[in-house]
Each structure stands twice: as C-alpha cells, then as structure tokens.
C-alpha cells in the first residue's frame, strides 16, 4: 500500500467487497485492491455491473486471442525464409495493431466506469 502511495495513488474511504482492504485509486483513474491485486468498478445498479463485467471478459477474451496470434507468428517469422518473413510480418503488424486498439479500449473502460 506504501507503495502506491509513493507512486501517487489515493486511498479511498471505499474498501474492497471482498477482503476489506481500503481501495486505491490510481493517477490513471482506475481503481484497485491492493490485496487481491484486482481492479474495481463501482456500478449504480446491477444491471450496470453486469455489463461491466461482460465487457471486461469480451475484451480480456480478445486480447488473449491477439497475443497469441502475435505469439505464433513470432515464432514462424524466426523459422521462415524472408520472403515468407516479409508477409508474416505485415500479418504481425496488423496484430499489433489490434493489440494497441484492444489496450486503447481497456484504458477508456477504465475511465468511464470511474
């Protein structure tokens, strides 16, 4: 918790649902237990949390495809010659693209449910 102090994080009065650990929140707005090392969203009703809930697990769902993806052709880039290099790598970099825009989405969620 020292730690995050130190970084500039504030202690919130709010403490987590689950182990009572007061709650931080970050300079990036987004809010975390330091105990469970999770992130915390707070919904207006239940509905609210339930789509907030979905839509962390769709986008967590396809970042973990993305880097895979990313992943497999890094290693098929190392084992290929490099005219097949060439266009694995114009696939690597559409993937990295989507990667961006996934963490791009992931740092707007963050903000909106503050």
């Keep these: 918790m020292s730690e995050l102090l130190r970084t500039g994080a504030v202690m919130l009065s709010a ?10 929140k970050l300079r990036s707005g987004e809010i975390i237990c330091p105990s469970c090392d999770r992130r915390v969203v707070f919904a207006a009703d239940e509905q609210e949390a339930k789509r907030v809930v979905t839509e962390q697990t769709v986008i967590s769902e396809a970042e973990s495809v993305v880097l895979e993806k990313i992943s497999e052709l890094t290693k098929l880039i190392k084992e290929s010659s490099s005219e097949e290099s060439y266009l694995l790598a114009k696939q690597l970099l559409r993937w990295l693209s989507i990667a961006e825009k996934i963490k791009k989405i992931q740092e707007l969620s963050g903000k909106e449910s503050q």
């Design 15 to 24: 403490t987590c649902p689950d182990c009572k650990v007061p709650l931080f």
